[in-house]
């Protein structure tokens, strides 16, 4: 897209527009004129523009102290709807929302050990057909997160992490069935858009960590998420224990969801967290130092000063969470006493609002489009 031309210029500002109502919440069109820098004839052109597309609406007058009272507008938050579908370790959700991140309709299906990619390809599409069919406003895109190597044409699945999934069509698939635009994208890189989109994050540089049933990570700067292809929770930290991978020693052996669940009769990390076994206590010590030794070794290598853990383990207690602090800064070097480890805002919620995130991005707002813009001015 050529932004010189008056055209893409047009586009770009009803983006802005549109951001900045969704940011606000109540504005009126001399605000965003003012805000955004726009002569009045253009933000009256793109609000009605926005109107007549029901995106915003307009909410009667605002109080003001003299002069005349201008007309407040809003988003219409329900005027199309996203689809998000989370492939998780252990189940699939499918979560409906409408355009500010409100989950409107949620369903979760268990996924087998090793499920067939025709059979619960299947029942994926069949669950996002019925989904749609239940909506009440267009739904403007699908978004499926899966933890795996996504193709260019971020269509097809080309590997899945722990699955023996490989060149699978998945979204093209749904996409046909459901003939609403479907894309694939990596879980984690979904969960940092997440981050960003529903808990605000404004670091622009940080690591990001899924501590769940397996882990994986993403280093990101600025709007470049690089996950694909990383192998953080593989990390060698032991001489002893074999991973699913097949080495020995690695971080999952030590701090994964699925280690400590094998070591405790199939409990999951709930269970774990609320056990008064002594055993469990000392396992769940020892998940959290390893966590804090392989974070020392991401931050030694990327420079980072912020880390972010997400996913089920990284809301244990926070007795437990303080000892993966106290530990990295007891053994880290001296120089990486700036780094901060905090908790995704967003709880257990990170996965399931990640694909919904990125539909939101890819259909409605393309903020990733207007950062990108701001990052090459």
Known sequence: MRFSQPTAARQINRLRVLNLVLAEGQLSRADIARILALNKPSTSEIVEQLLSENLLEEQGKTITS????PTALTLNSTAALVLGVDLGALTTSFSLSDLKGNILRFERLPNPPQPSPKEHGQQIIRTCMKMVKLAKSPVSGIVVSIPGIIGEDQQTLLSHDYWSWKDVPLAKAIEVNTKIPTIMVNNVEAMVVAERWFASEKEHSFFFVNWAEHINAAMVDGTTIKTQGSRFGHLPLASTGLCR???IGCL???????ALSDKHQGAGVKQLAQSADKQVAEDLRSACQAMAMALIAASSITGCKKIILAGGLSNLDDDYFGI???FFKEHAHHQLSHVSIVRSA?????AMLGSVAVALDRWVFQRTLLETMSELQ
């Open 252 to 258: 999952e052996t030590m701090a994964s969801g699925w």
């Open 346 to 350: 967003l709880a257990d919620k990170s």
């Open 66 to 69: 003299n002069g005349r009272r």
């Open 324 to 326: 993966v602090q106290s």
């Open 245 to 247: 991978c097949g080495n």
